[in-house]
């Protein structure tokens, strides 16, 4: 079983919907926990990251993190076909972004 | 500013052979880190280096090696290639090693 667990996809949606993506994690020391966008042929963007449990919103992304069920979400408000991509969850076990543990990726179509 | 540089960005090798993978970080940057992308187990870390020491490992093997030199600038190695060494190998910089990391472009390495 893989330490982080993510839905391949594709998760198709028409544009303006919200959009949820979600990983699940079996170690309970993860305390870091990042969202990524990969567009094909490019290397990863960071979008966003928080510490420990909680809520962040920055503009259209939103990410969550539940500790107590090792779940994290990221939402998609108004999404865009600008929006299509591979989204991946990240996370570590030390402070920042050392050694990261990464889910294969979700690939999200946003059709106009 | 510039980015994350790789090079080359495509590579064809033979089983057998070895093969040598650039990284230059962004300007200032003194944290370097590697991963390999494969469609099916996704990214994975392969090690770290900060002011030219290895900070931290991943669970390949020994075939794979890097090193960092005193402008911050990366190399890594792979000998003896395998057919599933062909991957995406993504090199990623940060200020120091708990702040952001910026993916580059990646080099796409087939072995045949």
């Known amino acids: 079983q893989k330490e982080v667990e993510q839905d391949p996809g594709p998760l198709s949606v028409p544009e303006g919907a919200i959009v949820s993506l979600n990983c699940t994690y079996s170690n309970s020391a993860f305390q870091y926990f990042m969202w990524y966008r990969q567009y094909s042929r490019k290397g990863p963007e960071l979008l966003m990251y928080t510490y420990s449990s909680g809520n962040k919103e920055d503009g259209r992304f939103t990410a969550q993190v539940d500790k107590s069920s090792k779940y994290i979400s990221l939402f998609i408000r108004d999404s865009q076909p600008s929006d299509s991509a591979t989204y991946l969850c990240?996370?570590?076990?030390?402070?920042?972004?050392?050694?990261?543990?990464f889910g294969t990726g979700t690939r999200l179509l946003v059709s106009p | 500013k510039a980015g994350v540089t790789q090079t080359p960005r495509y590579l064809i090798k033979t089983r057998g052979q070895q093969v040598t993978l650039s990284c230059s970080p962004i300007?200032?940057?003194?944290?370097v880190s590697w991963y390999q992308q494969t469609p099916g187990q996704g990214l994975q870390f392969l090690f770290e280096y900060f002011s030219e020491t290895q900070r931290n490992k991943g669970n390949f093997p020994g075939r794979f090696s890097g090193r960092q030199f005193s402008n911050s600038r990366s190399e890594m190695n792979v000998s003896t290639l395998e057919l599933g060494d062909s991957a995406l190998y993504l090199c990623?910089?940060?200020?120091?090693?708990?702040?952001?990391?910026?993916f580059g472009q990646g080099t796409r390495l087939t072995v045949v």
């Open positions: 990623a910089s940060s200020l120091k090693m708990d702040t952001e990391a910026f």
């Open positions: 990240a996370m570590t076990l030390n402070t920042g972004f050392q050694k990261l543990v």
């Open positions: 300007s200032g940057h003194r944290s």
